[in-house]
């Protein structure tokens, strides 16, 4: 009699590991993104709704027919997004409300209740000064209504934490403060992606490395000074020279450029002052056509 075969697993343990240090790497990532969109009002509602478009998209672009038209079943089938999503999410050229973000945070809840809600305002509209707690009009209530199952000590260190409030006492006053914006954020994007870019071209590819990495130490405060100002002249020189002697010239990040018959050269002063959990060894990555970037860090 015929003996029966267990199946192959689809993956092998080589595999396996290497998906699980794609996930780590990943995750890595998406950390230090946190870290900048939290304080900017992103949730992971909103950015689980900008990754779906931006997926459905990725997908779409290689998802085309001879004729120009997306193949949505293609996109459906790549992403594991119903065809109905993909419908929805490449219909819209706009990312989501950026109303909905506010709406969800419990935090953001909280300050709009405050600055509307007639129990919590005065005579002229403006917020009340409220008791933490035990008052008919306390923060405590105002986190009860609007804050959903969030405690209110945790709501009232969240907005102190961010300079929202100011307590006095048993009282806690309501600020003007406006959320951290999206400029700088926005000034480092053409790095990050040529980053991206270049590490995604690497794989496979024998041609010279196009991303090199500098740790320089630095053991006080002093000597992080001469680094920092010793790479900024350094780096001016370098990319002044360049653009003299090949014709280009020193320009501000932007994201639409016309980098068709262009070599980009991005350079990266940075600074470590605080220990991080897990270094990582440095090392140099293969790289396609683009030179970034340049790190001065110092010790930890």
Known sequence: MRSLQ??????????????ARGNAALRDLLVELALTLLPRGITPRTFSE??????????????????GKINHSRVAALTGLSRADVKRLLASPNPPDAALRFVEMPIERVLQGWRAD????????????LRISGASNSFAL?????????????????????????????????????????TALMSA??????????ASAAEGSRTPPAMYRLVIPAKSEIDLTLVRERCASTVTAMLSGLGES???????????Q???????????????KEPRAHPRAVRSSPGGRHTSPTKARRSS
């Open 6 to 19: 267990r199946p192959t697993p689809w993956a092998s343990t080589d595999q396996g590991e290497h998906l």
């Open 50 to 67: 900008l990754s779906r478009q931006a997926f459905a998209c990725a997908a779409a672009t290689t998802s085309q027919r001879s004729n």
């Open 118 to 129: 007639r129990r919590f305002i005065d005579r002229l509209g403006n917020p009340r000064v």
């Open 142 to 182: 105002l986190t009860k209504l609007y804050g959903g199952d969030v405690p209110h000590r945790a709501v009232l260190d969240e907005l102190h934490r961010i300079g929202a409030v100011r307590r006095e006492g048993q009282n806690v006053r309501l600020l003007r403060r406006e959320r951290p914006r999206f």
């Open 189 to 198: 994007l053409p790095a990050i992606i040529d980053g991206i870019r270049v």
């Open 246 to 256: 090949l014709g280009g010239h020193l320009t501000k990040p932007t994201i639409r």
């Open 258 to 272: 016309d980098r068709s018959k262009s070599f980009i050269v991005t350079v990266l002063l940075t600074e470590n």
